[in-house]
């Protein structure tokens, strides 16, 4: 069995031109041309070739056609400065993520999607639309990730070689999907899935999450959802010292940058005030990090649900693995940082801590 888009899908994902692919399986180019067109189907031999330069069993390359990501369905932050290997490297990533998402639906029922949209709502709007239809008042949002899984959003991290990508989320076969870099601090971690949360709402429909503008919106909306209005009034940051703003911005479980950013925007700071608390921010080392930050990167309920109850079934991380037909660490790289696991040899050992999500064997 030999499936043509699968053998497209891998070389993509592997980051590799037909030259790469062509000198790292001694096949030819245009023996490989020919065999993701359709038009050969390889030998035994070359598939062991192909397999073997691809880190990818047989089995993969001859399992069904996966529906591969569209490019015009996803915006990421800075297009020009990713490459079209590393655009398409992170396109495949998540087009196999879907397939571990397919396995877990086959296996358990998930929540449903219950994401409002608002494409004709300014950002801020939308924000202040979605707290209310959730329940979230003016108070801190929760976990994001726990909040997105529990609207059916399917949460996944991005593998360790593509993360100058930053996050990204996409709606496929109607199914809703962040992508986050869990190698950030909490704090940044939070904007980006709210950042996504926004593109879901807003980016629909006719409008495509596309462009500096999409990217715009999204950073708006999640500077709202996070600090709403009402609620970062009360918190009397007019003309707030660093100090200030540093102690306040452990209550909202944002960056120091993003909260006086928002700040800000609310007339709370004066453009001076702003420049001088930017600067002495950046001084400090805000800039880039969150120094002495004590927030721990945010979790999935769902995925840790997933591989207790598994785990309990008698089933691995190879087995699973095995089942979608990818290699062990291949797996552990879409669940890094989102589950409390250590990988060895293709182990995960779960947290002793069972979340509460509900999910039903079928």
């Not at 030999?2 to 790292?24: C, G, I, Q």
């Not at 399986?25 to 070739?49: C, H, M, W, Y």
């Not at 993969?60 to 569209?70: K, N, T, W």
Request: proline content about 6%; some cysteine.
């Amino acid at each position: 069995m030999f499936t043509p888009e699968r053998l497209v899908l891998a070389r993509k994902r592997r980051r590799m031109t037909l030259a790469a692919l062509s000198r790292a399986s001694g096949v030819s180019p245009q023996s490989i041309t020919a065999f993701e067109n359709g038009r050969k189907t390889p030998s035994l031999d070359t598939l062991n070739k192909l397999s073997e330069a691809l880190n990818y069993p047989i089995s993969f390359l001859g399992d069904v056609a996966i529906r591969e990501m569209q490019l015009e369905a996803v915006s990421f932050r800075a297009p020009s400065k990713i490459s079209a290997l590393e655009r398409d490297s992170t396109l495949s990533s998540g087009t196999i993520s879907t397939t571990f998402n397919d396995w877990m639906e086959s296996k358990f029922r998930l929540p449903p999607v219950s994401v409002p949209t608002y494409p004709h709502l300014p950002p801020e709007g939308a924000a202040e639309q979605v707290r209310a239809s959730w329940g979230l008042g003016e108070a801190p949002a929760p976990n994001m990730v726990h909040l997105l899984e529990s609207k059916g959003v399917r949460v996944f991290s991005l593998p360790s070689d593509c993360l100058d990508v930053d996050a990204f989320s996409t709606i496929h076969n109607g199914t809703y999907y962040v992508f986050l870099n869990t190698r950030k601090t909490g704090e940044r971690g939070r904007f980006d899935a709210a950042h996504e949360l926004g593109h879901l709402i807003l980016h629909c429909e006719h409008r495509a999450p596309m462009g500096r503008e999409s990217e715009a919106e999204a950073n708006e909306f999640a500077s709202a959802f996070l600090m709403p209005r009402a609620g970062l009034i009360a918190q009397r940051l007019h003309n707030a010292s660093v100090d200030r703003i540093i102690s306040a911005k452990r209550r909202w479980g944002v960056s120091a940058m993003a909260l006086t950013y928002r700040a800000r925007s609310l007339e709370l700071l004066s453009e001076w005030r702003y420049n001088q608390i930017v600067k002495e921010l950046s001084r400090m080392g805000y800039r880039r990090s969150e120094p002495g930050s004590t927030m721990v990167r945010e979790s999935s309920k769902l995925l840790a649900k997933v591989f207790d109850t598994l785990r309990d079934q008698g089933i691995s991380p190879s087995d699973i693995a095995g089942q979608l037909k990818i290699p062990a660490e291949e797996l552990s790289e879409y669940v890094f940082g989102l589950i409390p696991i250590v990988m060895d040899g293709g182990g995960i050992k779960t947290s002793a801590d069972r979340p509460n999500l509900r999910l039903v064997s079928k």
